[in-house]
């Protein structure tokens, strides 16, 4: 009895009418010779229907293992299932919406941090500071307030590891560890609810 080892592989990417084969979506190790015929077996076909998430469950793997050599022994590891994402071609956006965003989130985050000053009492802050250190009382004590406003841009570029495209070492950021988070709490959510495999009605048979 020959032995076969099957991983599900996380997430793959896929275009509309494309053929999903198993090599696709299952990393396959065992006989050079099994392993290229399971490895080319055709799965589904990509239809505009399956809008833009499939799930491939283990359970088809190894049902389509079983019609190729039902004698075959089959060990599994990793995850059960593979979301298959289709990916659709993307729209182009002209060069007057990306400086509307820009705009638009550049105002956004400038009042945001503003109004959290005005909380915090930060030129009260500024001006109790700049008493300390010189003795002399200021409205605008700019000597304190332009290399704050400096700081706080780099501290935010530094915070986040990253200047625009330009990354300073290969930690990821807490945004970047939030985003993955949330990936994975989707991805979850998506498995369940769109894995048929995993939902059994009560009326089922």
């Known amino acids: 009895m020959e032995l076969i080892y099957v991983r599900m592989r996380n997430r793959v990417h896929v275009k509309l009418n494309q053929e999903v084969k198993v090599k696709d979506v299952v990393k396959v190790i065992g006989p050079e010779d099994i392993v290229r015929k399971l490895e080319d077996i055709t799965l589904l076909k990509v239809k505009k229907e399956d809008k833009n998430i499939i799930i491939i469950d283990l359970v088809q793997i190894i049902q389509e293992i079983r019609k190729m050599d039902a004698e075959l022994e089959v060990q599994t590891f990793g995850p059960s299932q593979t979301i298959v994402e289709v990916v659709y071609e993307k729209r182009k956006f002209s060069f007057l919406f990306f400086i509307g965003v820009w705009m638009l989130l550049f105002i956004g985050t400038g009042i945001t941090i503003m109004n959290y000053h005005v909380d915090v009492s930060m030129q009260e802050v500024h001006q109790k500071l700049f008493k300390l ?9 700019l000597l304190i307030q332009i290399p704050y406003s400096i700081g706080l841009g780099l501290g935010m570029v530094l915070f986040f590891n990253h200047f625009f495209k330009k990354r300073f070492n290969e930690e990821p950021s807490p945004l970047e560890v939030e985003m993955f988070n949330y990936q994975q ?7 369940m609810n769109e894995n048929k495999e995993s939902i059994r009605q009560i009326d089922d048979r």
């Open 133 to 141: 250190i010189t003795g002399r009382e200021d409205k605008s004590p």
């Open 185 to 191: 709490d989707l991805d979850q959510y998506v498995i």
